[in-house]
């Protein structure tokens, strides 16, 4: 490495991605000794109940047979026992319940890479909106799947969307160093008759030409496409990782890797405040959705409050409850923040008392941007191991979210984002599989499982 040609940035960055990937294959080699631990429970169990098949042997789980249908036999007998066990090890996965009350309603493809975030639009009509890698944002139909509109003015990976609380206007971060403001005009497909949606069923299985239409990007191509933002806000001096609206529309707050978060006045496009103080880059950010209050994430193992409802004082608190990467941290309707963070836990935190949580939860990944939903209160957890989980402010865990070689995403889930406005498709993810999807959260059968 001494004696490396390549620029010091170049090699970090290089770096940084290498320890992701070793990361992803830890988690990968751990869910592999999880899974090996619970089969040779299992086994060692069935062979305590004297559940052998004539011809079969059970010994430090490995399955001896001399015939083949006795093999299918003691498989079928091992998948029943395994769905029907009430052990700790099987019940954590509500495996039974959870597919009745989360069910994938529609996925939304068309990206030609990874998608960082999603939001849903707050004014009518609404529409799903995406950031990718690939440069563009996208708005979507919930209802049909279908491209609306393509904004393609960044010259970076759009890594945020956000939508103005009362009027047609998005707001993007992106990896150019700028943010931007344009205003979007859709109009919402007519409903499609029932034989389509079978015909989507269809292709849902088959992901080999789904990856191949990627390619393609037939939909995207008869998108309308705006290439100029309305207002562009420049002043930082690295990737611009997030971007959020204050209360009320005027004006927006961005987070960047050059470590400082500014909050700008929409209308003249000028730098109200410049928020420094984090020791590395900025990860997230995100505004109060009621009062002048702001939270910022950052790899620094820390968030920070930052308070601008009285105009003359600005205080900033320190949280360090972490100690990894924060990934995101956001407002509940109540008086909560709750934080993500890479070293696999989130917190829950009480704005009048935030000196420690008072909820954390523990997973076997890291989380990355988190929602949590405006009625029921209830924390979406995407994951680089490709699940999602749903815990209630509590910490009880509610859910998983399906996922198969058929269905739900096949790399990374970057941001899940609720819609509690639209009954058939409630809660949105989105990852590095170049797709979102669309779920249906059975919300009270939910609770009422707990």
Known sequence: ????????????????????????????????????????????????????????????????????????????????????????????????????????????????????????????????????????????????????????????????????????????????????????????????????????????????????????????????????????????????????????GKQVVTASWDRAANLYDVETSELVHALTGHDQELTHCCTHPTQRLVVTSSRDTTFRLWDFRDPSIHSVNVFQGHTDTVTSAVFTVGDNVVSGSDDRTVKVWDLKNMRSPIATIRTDSAVNRISVSANQRIIALPHDNRQVRLFDMS??????????????HRRMVCCSAWNEENQACNLFTCGFDRQAIGWNINIPALLQEK
């Open 1 to 248: 490495m001494e004696d490396s040609k390549l620029p010091m940035a170049l090699r970090s960055n290089l770096l940084d991605l290498f320890g992701q990937i070793e990361r992803e294959f830890e988690n990968l080699y751990i869910e592999n000794l999880e899974l090996r631990r619970e089969i040779d429970s299992l086994n060692e169990r069935l062979a305590g109940e004297g559940q052998t098949v004539d011809g079969g042997d059970l010994s430090k789980g490995a399955l001896k047979t001399k015939a083949s249908h006795s093999t299918s036999q003691l498989s079928q007998k091992l998948k029943t026992t395994y769905k029907a066990s009430t052990s700790k090890i099987v019940s954590s996965f509500k495996a039974t319940t959870s597919r009745a009350v989360c069910q994938l309603v529609k996925e939304y493809v068309g990206h030609r890479d990874g998608i960082w975030d999603l939001a849903v639009t707050r004014v009518q009509p609404l529409v799903l909106g995406t950031a990718s890698a690939d440069h563009c944002s996208m708005l979507w139909s919930i209802e049909t799947g279908k491209c609306l509109l393509k904004y393609a003015g960044h010259a970076g990976s759009v890594n945020s969307i956000k939508f103005h609380p009362t009027e047609q206007m998005a707001l993007t971060a992106s990896g150019d160093q700028t943010a931007h403001i344009w205003r979007y005009m859709v109009q919402l497909p007519l409903p499609q008759p029932p034989a389509d949606t079978s015909a989507s069923l269809d292709d849902d299985g088959d992901f080999s030409d789904k990856d191949e239409a990627d390619g393609e990007a037939e939909g995207p191509s008869e998108c309308p496409t705006i290439r100029v933002a309305t207002t562009t806000l420049k002043s930082h001096q690295g990737v611009v990782i997030a971007a959020d609206w204050l209360v009320g």
């Open 395 to 408: 910490g009880v865990r509610l859910a998983r979210l399906p996922r198969s070689n058929r269905q739900g």
